[in-house]
Structure formats: C-alpha cells, structure tokens
C-alpha cells in the first residue's frame, strides 16, 4: 500500500537512499517501478512501442528513475495484432481499445481515444445511448 501510495512521486523527489532503512528502500523502489510501468502502459495502449514509450519518459529525467527504464527496455514484449472496427454501442465490449472519441448525440465527449474498455466504459456508454444518444458507429481496436 506504500508503494501504491508514493507511485506518482517524480525520481528526483526520493532522497539519498543510504540513509534509509530496507523496508523504505523496498518501497521506494517498488513505487519507482510502478510510476513507470503505469505510464509505459499508457503509452502503449496508446499505440507507443516499447521503445517509443521508454525514450518519452527517458526524456524526463527528474520523473523517472533511470535504472528502472533501461531495465524495461530489455522486456519481451508479445505484441497482439489489432484491428479497426467500426461498431456500435450494443457489440461493445471488454478489452477493447476506443480509437476515435465517443461523443453524445448532443456533442459531448464521453470516452476519449486511447481508453481502454472496462465495464465502467460500458456502462457510461451503454446508459447515454439509451437515453441521448451516442453517435455511432465508432471505431475500435480489437485483438485478433
């Protein structure tokens, strides 16, 4: 729960690690990993390759904890093939990636491209075509 805690610290706000105890230095490094991996998965979700997406937060020294992104760089990474599709609200579902922004029949941005499905999208999505409307079809990434 600390790590979970401290996982949007930026790297340069940790202090000279010497001085702490190993549980801190567990934390701290555990909350160092998470900052990255969160923000590599955005960026991946996104479209970003691994390297893309290390060398934007490489780019932000004070943020990121160097060490932690040179040893990602070196993951396997399986890459899953996605395709667009064009839907509609009703063959939405789980896992998916919106790729266009979902917007009200009214104009209203409801989910923005990149995000990734979760029943919470589902429902937002589900309850407004039910009563405003959703502009459809929308386009879509889905593993194939």
């Excluded at 990474?77 to 029949?105: G, W």
Aim: proline fraction near 3%; charged fraction near 25%; hydrophobic fraction near 40%.
């Amino acid at each position: 729960s600390q790590m979970i805690g401290s996982q949007q610290k930026h790297f340069k706000e940790y202090k000279d690690e010497s001085s702490i105890n190993k549980d801190q230095k567990t934390i701290s490094i555990g909350a160092q990993i998470l900052k990255v991996a969160l923000d590599l998965d955005i960026l991946m979700v996104r479209g970003k390759s691994l390297h893309v997406a290390v060398s934007r937060l490489g780019k932000k020294p004070d943020e990121y904890n160097p060490i932690v992104l040179k040893a990602v760089e070196n993951i396997p990474i399986h890459k899953f093939d996605r395709v667009a599709k064009m839907i509609e609200v009703k063959n939405l579902r789980n896992s998916m990636i919106i790729d266009e922004d979902v917007k009200a029949k009214s104009g209203v941005l409801l989910v923005s491209k990149g995000q990734l499905v979760t029943n919470t999208v589902l429902e937002l999505l589900r309850s407004f075509s039910q009563g405003i409307g959703v502009t459809e079809p929308f386009r879509v990434l889905v593993l194939q």
